[in-house]
């Protein structure tokens, strides 16, 4: 079937000739966003990846690598022709001017008219000096190169649902905090990393990890520079596998509850300190992807900007409440539907409130199995785990 026939919907009418710049691509999101982008507006102009080196293969050969994955299946089995558009720019968000050659910087700043800022450490126990460098600074950086593009007409950040954990009610809106990000950003660059560590559990409060801090600052960048980009911030809760596209589960990734539930059907955590009655703020990744793409449109078709940054919350708590035990629950039943073949032990964990229960059972099926474990792979003269 010749996709050039299909009708288009206004969102694939808008995208039609579109080149795009894409952050992060390599990522979980990432991924799925460029291959929503290259199956559902297959008539895009290009699509420029930002991408370094890895495991000594060049961005190019990442890129061609990817077509293998089961994510661009079907990519690969009906418009393998598309794939062409996906053209990866050499860089670093953490190197200044991103690490880009001038040709390809003025490549970018000529030609790119949508840009998704995807690029984030997602790691919680990051250390201050990283996630400032990676999520803040790295998003300064974009901002100063995206003041220069010439057709630019969206500009979508993605940022985080709990990076307001203050606050009980998350409003589309960016809050002031007490904490300056040009201050954060120069402190970083001539503060060594001993003493931001001695630092850091005061300058994060309230929030719980770098991760958050560093995207709440992140958003300030973007909000003081909106007199002067069409860009708005795009929040979604925890990202979890597909619901449909492309792969129905897919996921490469083994951050959030999919790494809790990885470890608990291998036996590996018997027991969670957790209300199970909590909802479960999560949304699968084909969702997110589809709403990122659409607010770019929206945002590409505004004749008048609002006075403020616009935000959006992209959550199902409205839509579809789940409970944390119901996940949890799911993921049992899945393991023992469809068991790892390299598990540690039988998958039987469970979720309490009750934190002296909980702290007996670490003891007692996380740490004496754990011990035991070494002491068998040091009594076999294998390297303790």
């Known amino acids: 079937m010749d996709y050039h026939l299909v009708k288009k919907t206004p969102v694939q009418t808008w995208y039609t000739g579109k080149t795009i710049f894409v952050t992060g691509g390599s990522g979980f999101m990432g991924k799925v966003l460029l291959e929503k982008l290259l199956y559902s507006c297959s008539d895009l102009e290009r699509i420029y990846v930002l991408m370094r080196p890895k495991r000594g293969k060049s961005p190019q050969t990442r890129i061609e690598d990817w077509l293998k994955l089961p994510v661009f299946k079907r990519i690969r089995e009906e418009k393998p022709e598309v794939y062409k558009k996906l053209v990866p720019i050499p860089g670093d968000v953490t190197s200044d001017k991103l690490g880009i050659s001038p040709e390809h910087e003025q490549l970018l700043i000529d030609t790119a008219e949508i840009v998704f800022h995807c690029a984030a450490t997602l790691k919680l126990e990051a250390r201050l000096k990283d996630a400032i460098e990676m999520n803040t600074i790295g998003t300064k950086r974009i901002l100063d190169l995206c003041l220069q593009m010439k057709r630019l007409k969206a500009l979508l950040h993605l940022s985080t649902a709990f990076c307001y954990c203050d606050k009980e009610v998350l409003t589309e809106k960016v809050h002031d905090f007490h904490h300056n990000p040009y ?59 597909a619901n449909a596209e492309p792969v129905e589960g897919w996921v490469d990734s083994l951050n959030g509850p999919v790494g809790i539930m990885v470890a608990g059907g291998k036996g590996i955590i018997r027991s969670m300190l957790c209300n199970g009655e909590y909802n479960a703020e999560v949304i699968p990744v084909d969702l997110a992807i589809n709403g990122l793409i659409t607010i770019a449109y929206t945002l590409g078709q505004m004749e008048e900007m609002p006075k403020e940054i616009p935000v959006y919350n992209i959550t199902c708590r409205e839509t579809k409440r789940t409970t944390w035990k119901e996940v949890l629950d799911l993921g049992k039943a899945t393991a023992y539907e469809y068991p790892f073949e390299a598990g540690v032990w039988y998958p039987d964990g469970d979720i309490t409130m009750n934190k002296t229960y909980h702290n007996i059972c670490v003891l007692l099926f996380h740490w004496l199995p754990a011990y035991f474990i070494d002491f068998l792979m040091l009594c076999f003269g294998q390297k303790r785990l």
């Open 183 to 241: 201050d954060l950003m120069r402190t970083v660059e001539w503060m060594d990393e001993k003493a931001l560590d001695m630092i850091t559990p005061n300058l994060l409060t309230p929030h719980p990890n770098t991760y958050t801090y560093s995207k709440r600052l992140a958003e300030m960048l973007v909000r003081d520079t909106y007199s002067k980009l069409r860009v708005c911030i795009v929040r979604p809760s925890i990202v979890c596998p």
